[in-house]
């Protein structure tokens, strides 16, 4: 049997809390004076939390000392925590359990490689962090996407090459990140700006079984 580690990101892919985020960046944002769009929330998508506060100060020609950044930080992540807090397995997004039910079926790695360090209270809302075979998240890594180093370190709990593993994702940092492990990168969401994938799927709606058996074929 061909076993291959198949590796999600969260947001956006597993469940939309990019909308989470993009409420709570923005609540704090306009605090500081700074507008914040819907466009410049894509470029957070993937990033860690203190890389996505230096874009937003970097936008509204802002900084902060030390102490207000970390301030600023907690405090945008437990305005995240509070709109996270009623999630429960409705949001999971369309299609998602029936690809994780068809992987686990054939007895294929599946792991979590994500920024977030709430991925595992979200998985557990979902009820499927039984489903993970390794989860990765942002603290687990100090790099964030681009930098591989979240995919790599889920290869390396399954014991799979770079080359057997297949990335979903949702962000171009993501895409790229996949790509510099080595990884097949499978993008999530709009083709236009994922088009560094080597495949694109606007929703796993669209994505077949006999895809997925060919990924673990291939």
């Not at 909308?19 to 914040?36: C, P, T, V």
């Not at 681009?146 to 014991?159: E, G």
Request: hydrophobic letters at 40%.
């Amino acid at each position: 049997m061909k076993r291959k580690c198949f590796i999600f990101d969260l947001d956006g892919v597993i469940v939309d809390t990019a909308k989470y985020h993009y409420q709570a960046w923005r609540s704090l944002a306009n605090e500081l004076g700074i507008d914040f769009s819907v466009e410049q929330n894509e470029q957070l998508k993937g990033v860690s939390r203190i890389h996505s506060l230096e874009k937003i100060l970097k936008w509204g020609g802002r900084t902060l000392n030390p102490v207000e950044f970390q301030n600023k930080m907690n405090q945008k992540n437990a305005k995240y925590i509070e709109y996270i807090s009623d999630m429960n397995t409705m949001e999971l997004l369309p299609d998602v359990d029936r690809v994780l039910k068809y992987l686990t079926n054939k007895e294929q790695y599946i792991t979590l490689g994500s920024a977030s360090k709430n991925a595992r209270p979200i998985l557990d809302k979902l009820k499927i962090t039984g489903l993970f075979d390794a989860i990765v998240d942002g603290n687990d890594v100090s790099e964030a996407k681009p930098n591989p180093d979240v995919f790599l370190k889920a290869a390396q709990q399954t014991k799979s090459k770079a080359k057997n593993c297949i990335v979903f994702e949702d962000s171009v940092a993501g895409i790229q990140a996949a790509k510099k492990a080595g990884m097949i990168s499978v993008g999530i969401g709009d083709q236009r700006i994922l088009h560094e994938a080597q495949y694109n799927f606007q929703n796993f709606t669209f994505m077949s079984n006999n895809f997925l058996e060919q990924l673990i074929n291939k």
